[in-house]
């Protein structure tokens, strides 16, 4: 079991930045591999970054390719989202997940245990 407990959202200016941290709890968070989606209102849930179980692949979205950078750290099991150069359509509910699977995984319904959100609003 795997709980995750997201923080860092909040109101910001277009073009500005936000980092986004995910705390996991229990002593196996390196044997999950990571990831954070968004939700906007009306849409589906999207995958936004994925990184390995050791840190060493990830992959993010075309949309925030160059702009957003996740990163993990397995000793103080947390997961951060770095977001750079933000943009109104980056709004969303950010959600942190946890897969047990191999690799990089990149579909949604391979996400185990789900952190409840954070708010992230981007003003034009």
């Known amino acids: 079991q795997v709980q995750l407990v997201e923080s860092g959202g909040g109101l910001v200016q277009a073009g500005g930045s936000l980092r986004l941290s995910c705390a996991a709890s229990g002593r196996t968070f390196s044997s999950y591999a990571m990831g954070w989606f968004r939700q906007a209102p009306g849409k589906e849930r999207e995958l936004v970054a994925a990184i390995s179980r050791s840190g060493g692949s990830r992959t993010h979205a075309n949309s925030v390719k160059g702009r957003f950078t996740i990163s993990r750290d397995n000793a103080k099991n947390t997961v951060d989202l770095q977001m750079n150069s933000l943009k109104p359509e980056d709004t969303a509910v950010y959600y942190c997940?946890?897969?047990?699977?191999?690799?990089?995984?990149?579909?949604?319904?391979?996400?185990?245990?789900w952190g409840q959100g954070t708010q992230v609003t981007v003003s034009s």
């Open positions: 997940a946890a897969s047990s699977e191999a690799g990089v995984p990149i579909i949604k319904r391979e996400y185990d245990y």
